[in-house]
């Protein structure tokens, strides 16, 4: 009885596992990749991607007109990421950049404020990092993360 019990685990264990990678797989097939493409260089034009899903991780690798390619890694963690690591880029600007200047620029415009305040405390807080510190990647991981919640 208690082998059968054990089998059984096993056996829920693996199809939890199946049942989510082909959750990621659908993600970024169906928008991921797209998504990082346009996180990544967001002027460029995309001619291509692909992905790879295993256990631990998700690799994306991007082709823009032009000949830039840029290839990434996002960490899994439970049921969603827990970072974004580039493993190659030959764009001239650095991946990701874009987006770092653009949201630098958007939070300098705001004035202090109760509720700017709050919500800097709070990203803070869950992230154990101070925004300030945050980069382009950093971003890109939490688009990547509401956007997968949102469609899972």
Known sequence: MKSRLIIFALLLSVTWANAQNEKVET????????????CAHPTGTIEGGTYSVDDQSVIVDIVYTGGTRTKLRLDRMGSGFSKVTVLYDNGIVPAFAFIKVVSDAILSQYKDSDAKNEIIRELENSLDKQLSDWSGSDWALLLVDLDYFSNN
């Open 27 to 38: 993600y970024f097939h169906n928008k991921g990749v797209a998504l990082l493409a346009n």
